[in-house]
């Protein structure tokens, strides 16, 4: 059996991808998979480097703000998806002869996805964010399924009809460990430990408050620090403690530009600041950790402040919108839940209690349904 993947533009889109495909390969060994993107975009490199086949087709997004200038990219945009980005999806999928087309997000996906449905093939998209963007908004009337990962994103479909509510897929099983021996691990004392980052390229806002964090911090007690201020930001951060006094304790922090061990720091925590795209929040309630998210204000329709939202009205986490964060309020924030612990553990069950541990068993019975009578497409592959 063959399978056609679509998926493009972040992190949030590709990883989700990769984790259908290594659970379609882990069940039925012989299925060929190829993945579809642009050929200079981040979905390349992570796709080649987890092993497998990559086709580039170039693509264009639109853009949503009306100005002159990007009305002439959205002319070459529309161009991209209804000519020359439409042939060459064609002339893979003749080629490649696929029996089912997946796409995980990214204009790449409407492209392949539409194009696959109306040549005969099975789609299935996944939306990973709570608020559907455009490309899932458009396929829910195409494709044959729409797996979304929280109830949430099924209120924002005019037709749900095609939709089935499995959780992110994960790559890996996040190694759950407990906090005290997390804290060891890391060379931490067993002491309240609050976990904050903002990306792999930082977040400077979230950065700048959580220096006056650490200042208060280091005046209540015996509280630890892990703080990832991104690869861009090292010289804002060292100045931010600079400015408010701070000398770095090793026996307390851990600052790092990338942290690599993200799930033993998770693990370690009590509490956890960050931004909340589809990935963080779905690893927030697996190992299941109260948090205070700043959703990124360009994300595309604010869909991390519906990220966000879900596990707030769960009473799993706090919102703070970046317009309105400062140090002050972080502050106050961090504090009210130190103090109140009860209030704390709440937060935490309530983001243990939802988990979607299976959420790669669940789309792959999905995908298995999809064919129906037609076992022979997967016992062929065995």
Not at 223 to 240: A, C
Request: hydrophobic share 40%; glycine share 6%.
């Amino acid at each position: 059996m063959n399978v056609l993947f679509a998926a493009g533009g972040t992190a949030g889109h590709i990883n989700p991808a990769l984790a259908i495909a290594d659970k379609i390969k882990s069940v039925f060994p012989n299925t060929n998979i190829l993945f579809v993107g642009k050929p200079d975009g981040m979905e390349k490199q992570l796709v080649t480097k987890a092993g497998y086949e990559f086709r580039g087709v170039e693509m264009l997004g639109f853009q949503r703000k009306p100005t002159p200038v990007n009305l002439v990219k959205n002319v070459k945009a529309a161009y991209c998806y209804f000519i020359s980005a439409k042939r060459a999806v064609k002339k893979i999928i003749e080629e490649f002869k696929p029996m089912l087309a997946v796409g995980t997000g990214g204009y790449v996906t409407a492209t392949v996805l539409s194009q696959a449905a109306a040549m005969g093939i099975k789609t299935v998209t996944h939306e990973s964010n709570s608020y559907p963007g455009l490309t899932t908004k458009m396929l829910s009337k195409k494709a044959d399924k729409v797996l979304l990962a929280t109830e949430d994103a099924e209120k924002y479909l005019k037709d749900a009809s095609r939709c089935v509510v499995t959780g992110n897929p994960l790559r890996t099983n996040i190694p759950i460990e407990d906090r005290q021996s997390a804290r060891k691990r890391l060379g931490l004392k067993d002491n309240f430990t609050v976990l904050s980052f903002g990306g792999s390229l930082g977040a400077n806002h979230i950065t700048s408050a959580v220096a006056e964090l650490i200042k208060w911090e280091l005046k209540t007690g015996e509280i630890n620090h892990i703080h990832s201020y991104g690869t861009r930001s090292r010289d804002m951060f060292y100045e931010e403690l600079r400015k408010n006094e701070i000398t770095e304790d090793k026996s307390r922090h851990i600052f790092r530009d990338y942290i690599d061990n993200m799930y033993t720091c998770m693990c370690a925590a009590d509490l956890i600041i960050s931004r909340s795209g589809a990935m963080t929040v779905t690893e927030l309630t697996e190992i299941g950790r109260a948090s205070v998210l700043v959703p990124f204000p360009q994300a595309a329709e604010n869909h991390q402040y519906f990220n966000a939202k879900t596990l707030a009205d769960k009473n799993a986490a706090i919102i703070i919108e970046d317009k309105d964060l400062t140090g002050e309020l972080l502050v106050e924030t961090v504090s009210r839940l130190y103090e109140d612990r009860n209030a704390l553990l709440e937060m935490e069950r309530n983001a243990g209690s939802m988990k979607k541990s299976n959420a790669s068993d669940a789309i792959l019975k999905e995908i298995i349904d999809l064919f129906g009578n037609d076992t022979g497409a997967f016992t062929d592959c065995r």
